[in-house]
C-alpha cells in the first residue's frame, strides 16, 4: 500500500475522530506524514490537524530543528506545539541506555499534551516494524514483545496510531521526491553504538541482500505474534480472575501452584502489566516459581525484580514497592485526641476509631503512640495472662515487612493496645461499631484472633480484635 493510501485508510477507520496531532520530528518520514494529513485535511477528509515537536537537546543544532518545523508547519498551515524533553544525566544513564530515556521523556511529552479523544500520528514505517522485532527477538521476548509496534492502541487521553506501518522506506523516500521535500537529518541516526541504528545499517542490509522480502516477512511475523499475543491475553485474563484473592491486591499460591508453569508466567505478567510496572524476564519469573510459589508454606522470599519487589507471606503473593525500612517513631497524643497522623507509615490515628475497637483513652493528659522496640508484652484474657506482641503478630495475618509499621499504645507506661489488633484487658472499652469498620490503612485482620495456645477466641469474651 503506498502511503498516501495507507494514511487514507487509518483516518477513514477512525469514523468518530475529530482531532489528530502529528508527532513531527523535521525528518522525512513525519515530513510526508504531515504533508499526507495536510492533503486530507486539506480535500475535507479530516477537520482538524495539529502537530507537536519534541526537543530532546540532545544535538547542538536541535534548536534549528525547531524553526524549521515552525517553518514547515506555517507553509502547511498546521499549528505546531513545541515541547522541550525533560530528562537528565541520570536517566541517561540508566540500565536501559539513553534510546530508552530519550523515548521515555518523548512519550512523556505527548502524553501532556494529547488532548481527549484525540489520534497522535507517530510515522513509524515497515523497516522500522521489523527492526522493532529482531530486536525483541534478540532480547529473548515472547510474544508480546514479538508483536512489535502495534498499530494503534489507546494513549493518554486518547490513541497513538502508526498509519504507515505498513509502508517501505522507500516508498516514503518517493513521495518526499515527489513533493520536493527538505527535512532535518539526525546526526545520531548515523551512531552505530545504538542498537537500532546497528541494526538498520550492518544487519538489514545483509539481510535484504540475501532475503529481499526480508522486511515484509519480518513485518508479518509480527503480526501473528500480535495475533498470539491477543489469544494468551485472553486466556490469561481468565487465569488472573481465578488467582485474585477477592478483596485483595494479592494472589493465591494454591491457584498459582495449580496452573502450569507457562499459563502462570503469563497471567504474572498481566497482572504486573496491569499495575504500570516493568515486564519482569523470564528468570525474574522462574525465581519466583522457586523460592516463593514451589517453597514452603512458612517461607517469607523476596524476588527483586528492578523496580518492585514480588513476595510472600503464607499462602499470598504480593507485588510491592522497593522494601525500606520504616523509621522508628514515637508520638504523644494529646486530649482531646485530635486525628493523629504518623509521617512515618502515613496512618491516621482517631478518637472514633480508639472506640471502634474499644481502647479506653483517658479523659485527659496524653498516651504514648511508638513503634516497636522488642520484647513488649501485652495483658489479655480472663484470667488475666501476658502474651509477647511479637507472638501476636506472628500469629496474624499480617505480612511481617508490615509488622514494624503498627503502632503500639501506651497509657501510664502500660502497653494499652497494638493496634487494629488487640487491646489490654485492663483498657478496654465497649466498642461504638464493629459491622461497618473500615479502615483502609489498617492491617488485614484473617486469623489474628487467636489466644495463647493458639485456639480461636469467643469473639464476645475476645480482647483481641
Known amino acids: ?113 494529547l488532548r481527549p479523544g484525540e489520534h497522535l500520528l507517530l510515522a513509524q514505517h515497515a523497516e522500522d516494524q521489523a527492526e522493532t522485532f529482531l530486536l525483541q527477538a534478540l532480547r529473548g521476548s515472547g510474544p508480546d514483545g514479538l508483536a512489535s509496534i502495534p498499530r494503534k492502541r489507546r494513549f493518554a487521553q486518547g490513541y497513538m496510531g502508526r498509519p504507515l506501518l505498513v509502508c517501505s522506506q522507500e516508498s516514503l523516500q518517493d513521495v518526499a521526491r515527489q513533493h520536493g521535500l527538505h527535512w532535518i537529518e539526525d546526526p545520531s541516526n548515523l551512531d552505530h553504538r545504538f542498537d537500532r541504528n546497528y541494526l538498520r ?21 509480527a503480526l501473528r505474534s500480535a495475533a498470539a499475543s491477543q489469544s494468551l491475553l485472553v486466556m490469561a485474563r481468565q487465569d488472573l480472575a481465578s488467582l485474585q484473592i477477592p478483596g485483595t491486591t494479592e494472589l493465591s499460591i494454591t491457584a498459582i501452584r495449580a496452573l502450569p508453569r507457562e499459563r502462570a508466567f503469563t497471567a504474572l505478567r498481566l497482572f504486573i502489566r496491569q499495575r504500570g510496572l516493568r515486564m519482569p524476564r523470564l528468570q ?53 485526641f485530635e486525628p493523629l497522623t504518623i509521617r512515618e507509615t502515613g496512618l491516621t490515628m482517631t478518637l472514633e476509631l480508639c472506640r471502634e475497637q474499644g481502647i479506653k483513652l483517658p479523659s485527659s493528659g496524653s498516651i504514648t503512640v511508638k513503634s516497636r522496640a522488642g520484647g513488649e508484652l501485652v495483658k489479655l484474657g480472663e484470667p488475666a495472662y501476658h502474651k509477647a506482641v511479637k507472638k501476636i503478630l506472628q500469629e496474624s495475618s499480617v505480612p511481617p515487612w508490615v509488622r514494624e509499621t503498627i503502632p503500639l499504645l501506651y497509657i501510664d507506661g502500660r502497653l494499652a493496645a497494638i493496634w487494629n489488633m488487640a487491646v489490654a ?28 495456645d493458639g485456639q480461636h477466641l469467643d469473639a464476645e469474651s475476645s480482647e483481641l480484635l
Open 201 to 221: 545499517h550492518q544487519v538489514m542490509p545483509l539481510l535484504k541482500a540475501r532475503w529481499p522480502a526480508a522486511t515484509e516477512t519480518l513485518s508479518r511475523a
Open 425 to 452: 484487658v485492663d483498657c478496654r472499652a465497649p466498642r461504638t461499631s464493629t459491622a461497618d469498620r473500615h479502615d483502609a490503612s489498617a492491617p488485614s485482620r484473617d486469623a489474628i484472633d487467636i489466644d495463647a
Open 1 to 113: 500500500m503506498n502511503p498516501a493510501a495507507a494514511v487514507a485508510h487509518y483516518v477513514a477507520q477512525q469514523p468518530q475522530a475529530t482531532q489528530y496531532c502529528v508527532a513531527y520530528s523535521g525528518g522525512m518520514d513525519s515530513h510526508v506524514l504531515l504533508l499526507l494529513m495536510a492533503q486530507l485535511r486539506d480535500h475535507g477528509r479530516v477537520t482538524a490537524v495539529r502537530a507537536l515537536h519534541v526537543d530532546h537537546g540532545l544535538q547542538a543544532a536541535s534548536a534549528g530543528w525547531g524553526e524549521h518545523a515552525r517553518t514547515i508547519c506555517r507553509d502547511l498551515n498546521i499549528a505546531l506545539e513545541s515541547r522541550q524533553a525533560d530528562f537528565g544525566p541520570t536517566e541517561m544513564a540508566g540500565d536501559d541506555g539513553p534510546e530508552a530515556a530519550a523515548r521515555k521523556a518523548r512519550y512523556a511529552a505527548f502524553s501532556q499534551v
Open 284 to 336: 525474574d519469573l522462574m525465581q519466583v516459581m522457586s523460592d516463593l510459589v514451589e517453597a514452603r508454606p512458612d517461607s517469607a522470599g523476596i524476588v527483586n525484580v528492578r523496580d518492585y519487589v514480588i513476595r510472600r507471606h503464607r499462602d499470598k503473593l504480593y507485588v510491592l514497592p522497593p522494601q525500606t525500612r520504616t523509621a522508628p517513631f514515637r508520638y504523644e497524643w494529646q486530649s482531646p
